[in-house]
């Protein structure tokens, strides 16, 4: 496969991670460890049928067990920051900032063997950050203490994904496939945390399962696979460039669904993670 077809095939994920605020928002209450764990194990039978249709099962027993430790922790790690901070602060605000991780892996890719960092990279940042900051404020009206949590978990989310895309490049020999390891591992970790920390909350609608089976099928299923191909074999400061279409579109969706309310501080925020994103690639593609 080339480079620019797997490119393209992982931007197939970032169009899916669209909807993830979204079905998160549907699924509730269900609480975020018992949602980490049903939607893995659908993410994770997903796995399993990409593994039986491309025949890698083979190529899956000899992937070192570090591997899939690493891949199940990122994962779990990440998906448990970002369902619960969508608890904990309003969707669109905490997606946002979440968000950021498309800008810290043009960043990060700037420290991999044979990359530079450069001002550029800098300057984006200052601009993604500051889109987060503008959140955060409520646009310069004070800090909301109501939902400071929320935000912080969703910030720590952004490095977690960014560090799991960007060290997967080190990977690269594991297949594709190996991801329904991860998301099976990380559905078995979430269970008994769940039964310990939390209290079982089902959906009580058709609207809540639909959201969680929308969760495992597309932007906790298919999408990791799409963009473990990305990130392997493709471009992947350009697939971070792209990536930043995903805040955009998440909030649209949101919008659009009538969970978030159109208003100047979210379009600014948008606009300033996105441009800080889009210098940050500038200054790649010019040291290539």
């Given at each position: 496969m080339n480079r620019a077809k797997a490119t393209g095939i992982g931007f197939i994920a970032v169009l899916l991670w669209a909807l993830l605020a979204l079905f998160t928002v549907g699924s509730a209450p269900t609480p975020p460890l018992l949602l980490n764990t049903l939607s893995f194990g659908i993410g994770g039978i997903v796995g399993l049928v990409w593994a039986w249709i491309t025949g890698s099962f083979d190529e899956m027993r000899k992937v070192p067990f570090k591997v899939y430790i690493f891949g199940a922790l990122g994962l779990f790690a990440y998906h448990l920051l970002y369902f619960s901070a969508l608890r904990l602060a309003p969707a669109a605000e905490a997606g946002l900032i979440a968000y950021l991780w498309p800008l810290l892996i043009v960043v990060?890719?700037?420290?991999?063997?044979?990359?530079?960092?450069?001002?550029?990279?800098?300057?984006?940042?200052?601009?993604?950050?500051?889109?987060?900051?503008?959140?955060?404020?409520?646009g310069g009206t004070g800090l909301s203490g109501d939902y400071i949590m929320g935000y912080l978990l969703a910030l720590l989310a952004a490095f977690t994904w960014a560090g799991y895309s960007v060290l997967s490049r080190l990977v690269g020999t594991a297949p594709t496939a190996s991801v329904a390891v991860f998301c099976l591992a990380t559905a078995a970790l979430s269970l008994p945390l769940h039964l310990i920390f939390e209290d079982t909350v089902l959906p009580s609608t058709a609207l809540g399962w639909a959201s969680i089976a929308g969760l495992g099928l597309g932007p906790v299923g298919f999408a990791f696979y799409v963009w473990d191909i990305g990130c392997k074999q493709g471009d992947i400061q350009l697939l971070g460039t792209s990536s930043y279409a995903a805040p955009l579109l998440s909030t649209l969706a949101l919008i659009i669904a009538g969970v978030a309310t159109p208003s100047l501080t979210l379009l600014w925020a948008a606009l300033l993670v996105a441009g800080g994103a889009l210098i940050a690639a500038r200054a790649s593609f010019s040291s290539n």
């Open positions: 990060f890719s700037g420290l991999l063997p044979s990359e530079q960092l450069r001002s550029g990279h800098v300057i984006g940042a200052l601009l993604g950050f500051g889109g987060a900051a503008l959140i955060i404020t409520g």
